[in-house]
């Protein structure tokens, strides 16, 4: 089969049994492919007004999108592409309505040595996930367990369905979380939360993510990714520049004191007046029209 044909199966597919992206999103819905060729475990398209959103939707369903090595790889080429897009001003990452990943494949890691995870740096491609500049949004429907809590994590923003769960059972495998479990999830809920979460493996409804501050908001199932695209695209139309300066930022807060910290956004502030976006942006506002943001 050739590609063009695939590529038309999988549009086909993204647009009837995925992800609710209603007509007016589906309109611009582009396929997108690895320079190899089409992607196996993933879908990955530009939504929203221009495409000015890249949508990576995770497609292994019959493992509930277990994040198997493949899946993960393809993930960190789509956030390549998509980041080197000019276009695209903001990602979301989403799963299917049962899942959005159940976690790392048990099945794929179950043999594994300690010299062979050592010697491979097992689990150093999932950082990518974490390095990108440009905003990435989580759309959690179903299960986030484990390497899939873990990836959500790594998105800065997290929206979930209302059947959402979340949780990081590594403990019951007689391991324990590997790419950021216990870290930002101890920043993001404290000390006492997160121990509790990751001592019991106990899977957390939305609701209560949402409480603690895990989940920004919550949205009815069929409407999640819809909700999280029009979000991205209003994120995506703000000047790219200050969008990356802002991300980096919030996460300098993170890591750093307050001292530290103020000074940072400062000059981060400062250096906004040697951009364009920063003239347009300011004189749209006094001349009452929307800025045109050229990301320059
Ligand atoms: C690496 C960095 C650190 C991260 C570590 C981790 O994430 S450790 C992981 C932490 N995560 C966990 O411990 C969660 C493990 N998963 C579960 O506990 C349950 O699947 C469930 C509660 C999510 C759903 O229950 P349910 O009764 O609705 O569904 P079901 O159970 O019938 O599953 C359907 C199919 O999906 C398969 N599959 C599912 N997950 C995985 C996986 N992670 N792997 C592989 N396969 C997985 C499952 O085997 C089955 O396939 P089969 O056998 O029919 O060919």
Not at 114 to 134: C, I
Not at 179 to 197: D, F, N, P, Y
Request: net charge positive; charged share 20%; with cysteine.
């Amino acid at each position: 089969m050739s590609a063009r044909a695939l590529g038309k199966i999988i549009i086909q597919k993204v647009l009837t049994e995925n992800v609710h992206i209603k007509h007016k999103l589906a309109a611009n819905v582009r396929l997108l492919s690895t320079p190899s060729g089409i992607y196996e475990y993933i879908n990955v398209t530009k939504t929203g007004s221009n495409g000015s959103v890249g949508l990576i939707q995770l497609n292994r369903p019959k493992a509930l999108n277990a994040l198997c090595n493949g899946l993960v790889n393809e993930v960190g080429q789509a956030l390549d592409i998509l980041e080197a897009d000019s276009s695209v001003g903001a990602i979301v990452i989403t799963g299917s309505e049962k899942a959005f990943a159940a976690g790392a494949d048990i099945k794929e890691m179950a043999n594994k040595t300690y010299s062979e995870t050592y010697s491979e740096n097992f689990t150093q491609n999932w950082a990518r996930v974490s390095t990108v500049r440009k905003p990435v949004l989580a759309a959690v429907n179903g299960f986030a367990l484990g390497g899939g809590c873990e990836l959500a994590m790594m998105c800065d923003i997290i929206y979930a369905g209302e059947t959402a769960k979340f949780g990081q059972p590594e403990i019951l495998l007689g391991v324990l979380p590997g790419v950021g479990g216990t870290q930002r999830l101890t920043r993001a809920i404290g000390k006492s939360k997160a121990m509790e979460i990751v001592l019991t493996g106990n899977q957390v409804p939305a609701q209560e993510a949402e409480k603690m501050g895990l989940v920004s908001k919550i949205f009815p199932v069929d409407q999640l990714v819809n909700e999280t695209v029009k979000i991205a695209e209003k994120i995506a139309s703000n000047s790219q520049l200050a969008n990356a300066a802002a991300k980096e930022c919030v996460n300098v807060a993170f890591e750093t004191t307050l001292t530290e910290g103020l000074h940072f956004e400062k000059r981060m502030f400062h250096g906004c007046f040697a951009t364009k976006d920063q003239k347009e942006g300011m004189a749209a506002f006094i001349e009452k029209r929307k800025a045109n943001f050229t990301n320059e």
